[in-house]
């Protein structure tokens, strides 16, 4: 628990970051970051969550 409290922690630092044009957010229901027998799992959500950012990436990449 002590690690999931400073790796929020250290995320909401990095996402401070005025260089930062996209985040994409996959779901991650009920994983914890030891569970490496998930990864494929993991690997399909944030896949998935990727893709639905491309029309917003598409959009700051015209604008720019």
Do not use: C
Not at 40 to 60: C, F, H, S
């Amino acid at each position: 628990q002590e690690i999931d409290i400073l790796t929020n922690q250290l995320t909401k630092e990095v996402l401070k970051d005025d260089r930062i044009d996209v985040i994409i957010h996959p779901k991650f229901h009920g994983v914890k970051w030891i569970e490496f027998e998930k990864a494929m799992y993991l690997i399909k959500q944030g896949e998935r969550a990727a893709e639905r950012a491309i029309p917003n990436i598409k959009k700051l990449l015209k604008s720019k």
